[in-house]
């Protein structure tokens, strides 16, 4: 079985949304988006999401805190390259392609979405900083390990 870990999924996706969202903010200037309301949209963007991610509504619904399975003996840690794509599929692509469609005909819009993908960076980076390093994720189920105590 192959596993990824949560912590290094949100460590190496960070840096791809911080890119790609000043990527997209310079292609909306670049394309003729008027200074002001391009680094509003930006900062509306990146705003929004770093503070709606962390603090969900919809977590007080949830009934019960996840199960974390011991991690199997025989599990191995997929390679970076996965743990990047599986964690940028399907918010970082999507997004991504959205800005690709918009910059032909809304500047601003593109900028909003280059800021949403810089606020999913920012966000990726706080969690990372708090996450457990010994959590793994199975990408094919969804299933949730924690790594035994002492264990290497």
């Keep these: ?8 999924r949100l460590l190496l996706v960070a840096p791809l949304r911080l890119v790609l969202g000043i990527a997209w903010l310079g292609a909306a200037r670049a394309v003729g ?26 977590a007080r619904f949830r009934r019960t805190a996840p199960e974390f399975a011991e991690l199997p003996p025989d599990a191995t840690v997929a390679p970076a390259w996965l743990h990047v794509l599986h964690a940028s599929l399907p918010s970082t692509v999507g997004v991504a392609t959205l ?3 918009t910059l032909a005909f809304e500047p601003t819009l593109t900028a909003l979405l280059a800021g949403v993908l ?18 793994y994720v199975d990408p094919r189920r969804g299933a949730l390990f924690r790594k035994k105590a002492g264990a290497t």
């Design 118 to 135: 810089a606020g999913l960076g920012l966000t990726a980076l706080f969690r990372a900083y708090g996450m457990d390093g010994g959590l």
């Design 1 to 8: 079985m192959r596993v990824e870990s949560i912590r290094l």
């Design 99 to 101: 800005a690709a469609v």
């Design 33 to 58: 988006g008027s200074s002001g309301p391009v680094f509003l949209a930006f900062a509306a963007g990146a705003f929004a999401i770093a503070f709606l991610v962390p603090n969900d509504p919809r």
